[in-house]
């Protein structure tokens, strides 16, 4: 996460230096510089995400859901948990029972994985990869309790759900890196498509 705000300023300030906004020191108008930035940065945003390849634009969108799932799933249970909650968050029960995330986890990554693969349309995939990388957090989120089958989520044991949810998350991000790396190398190593 703090790699992530960390990359964001660092763009932010980059576009601020080569963009339109006056720099800090040449206004008195700094918050309307800073807008201005701002706006220009997500204007950088939305081109890059354009312009990129819709595999790579999967990749980021199936990392992006994820990360952000498994962050809101984390910090919704730990508000249940310590019982300030709104009606918002609290448990889902259906009669006695609790349901775990992971079950609509299960249902959403099997639905997003299940149309991708009936329809096989590359525009479609990079918005199905949102669905299927939340579901897939949630899913991971509650490993742990899937493979002890207890309810470890706040135990010792429970860090194994951690585990592996950053660890998907290290190995999404190094694919979409690898990914590109590979596509911005072929031209100069393979002949043109006709």
Do not use: C
Request: aromatic fraction near 10%; hydrophobic fraction near 50%.
């Amino acid at each position: 996460m703090s790699a992530t705000v960390a990359t964001a300023g660092l763009e932010w300030a980059r576009v601020w230096r080569r963009g339109s906004a006056p720099l800090p020191r040449e206004t008195e108008h700094l918050v309307a510089a800073g807008a201005t930035a701002t706006r220009e940065t997500l204007a950088v945003l939305r081109e890059g995400y354009r312009a990129s390849p819709t595999r790579e634009n999967v990749l980021f969108n199936l990392l992006a859901a994820f990360a952000l799932t498994f962050g809101f799933a984390r910090g919704a249970t730990f508000v249940i948990r310590t019982g300030r909650g709104s009606s918002m968050f609290r448990d889902v029960r259906v009669g006695n029972r609790h349901i775990h995330h992971f079950v609509p986890g299960f249902a959403m990554a099997f639905v997003a994985g299940g149309v991708s693969i009936a329809t096989r349309r590359e525009d479609l995939d990079r918005w199905l990869a949102i669905p299927f990388g939340a579901g897939v957090a949630l899913v991971l989120d509650e490993a742990a309790l899937l493979l002890e089958l207890d309810d470890v989520y706040w135990s010792e044991e429970g860090v194994l759900s951690l585990q592996l949810s950053f660890a998907t998350i290290g190995l999404l991000s190094a694919l979409a890196l690898a990914v590109r790396l590979l596509r911005r190398g072929e031209p100069y190593v393979l002949p043109e498509e006709p």
